[in-house]
C-alpha cells in the first residue's frame, strides 16, 4: 500500500501462490481510504512492489517474469 499524499493511495492485492491464474486486484483511492475504486491488474500472481510514489508496479512471477506498470491516474 502507498499513499502518495494525504489523498491519494494504491493497494495491489495478489490471489495467493506465485503464478496462479487468480486476478490481481487493485484498489485506489483519491479521498483518503473515504472510498475505494478497484481495478483488475492483468499479470500472473506474485511478489508485488510498488514504488515509493505508487506510479510504477513491478510483479516477478514463479515463472521467473518480470513485469513492471506504470500507473497513471
Avoid: C
Avoid at 40 to 63: D, F, H, K, N
Wanted: aromatic share 12%; proline share 3%.
Amino acid at each position: 500500500m502507498r499513499f502518495s499524499n494525504s489523498k491519494h493511495g494504491l493497494i495491489v492485492v495478489s490471489p495467493g501462490d506465485y503464478g496462479n491464474k487468480g486476478q490481481m486486484m487493485a484498489f485506489h483511492t483519491y479521498n483518503g481510504g473515504e472510498n475505494w475504486i478497484s481495478e483488475s491488474v492483468p499479470v500472473a500472481a506474485g511478489s508485488v512492489y510498488l514504488s515509493r510514489t505508487g506510479g510504477y508496479l513491478t510483479v516477478i512471477t514463479a515463472y521467473d517474469q518480470l513485469t513492471l506498470l506504470r500507473y497513471e491516474e
